[in-house]
């Protein structure tokens, strides 16, 4: 079975500083690993993926996120907050070889930036 | 523009009703996803189809209902099964050619509420 974990119902963070937004996953093989973003009201947009290669994969407006497969971890950072990047943040997952499995969502992670 | 387009935005439901939530892609996309958002649930697997007139039930499909007719369309019907209807529901698509196309595009949402 494949899970994800988002163990941060709420993060906030000062406008200017570094973000962290966390990721567990569970899967059985390699991952296929995705970050989405939710403004209120509108539907998901990607962020950026992991299949296979680099660690440190690198999105869009500037997010960033670390694989590690000792931790099964797939965190989102950024190196500089936005008022702007407060959204809802949803990690998913699914088995690279899965023959086209659904994506398993977690329950997303709200991130309030402050000025 | 290729996209995916969800219709009504908003839409209301009386007691023992059924309604159609509509979803249209033109992305020429393989698969379909209809998800459901509940507030501190993340998105919950609805149904799910890959290729016409097949689909499958994902993790809370009672009370669900769909069709895949056509490549571009994938109509979810609430019936009067359900009994907590009122929630946001989004819709998905994403090719199935490879892993390295393989993302979800979202369309921006329905909003059903129960009157």
């Known amino acids: 079975a494949q899970s994800v974990a988002q163990p941060e119902d709420q993060v906030n963070v000062a406008e200017g500083n570094p973000l962290t937004v966390k990721c567990t996953y569970s899967v059985s093989g390699n991952p296929y690993l995705f970050w989405y973003v939710q403004y209120p009201n509108r539907g998901l947009q990607f962020l950026l993926k992991y299949i296979t290669g680099d660690n440190l994969v690198k999105g869009s407006y500037g997010f960033e996120a670390e694989f590690n497969k000792s931790q099964t971890s797939f965190h989102l950072k950024k190196p500089s907050a936005l008022v702007s990047d407060s959204a809802l943040y949803f990690c998913a997952v699914r088995a690279l070889n899965s023959g086209n499995t659904p994506l398993v969502f977690g329950k997303g992670t709200r991130l309030s930036v402050i000025a | 523009d290729g996209g995916i387009t969800q219709s009504p935005k908003y839409l209301f439901r009386k007691e023992g009703q059924n309604v159609t939530l509509s979803c249209e892609q033109n992305l020429n996309h393989d698969a379909m996803y209809w998800y459901r958002q509940d507030p501190g649930q993340g998105l919950r697997l609805i149904y799910y189809s890959q290729i016409v007139n097949d689909f499958q039930k994902g993790d809370i499909a009672e009370g669900y209902s769909v069709s895949r007719e056509k490549k571009e369309s994938f109509p979810l019907t609430v019936t009067s099964a359900q009994k907590n209807p009122t929630a946001f529901y989004l819709c998905?698509?994403?090719?199935?050619?490879?892993?390295?196309?393989?993302?979800?595009?979202f369309g921006s949402g329905t909003r059903l509420t129960v009157v």
């Open positions: 998905a698509s994403t090719p199935l050619t490879g892993p390295g196309d393989y993302f979800y595009t």
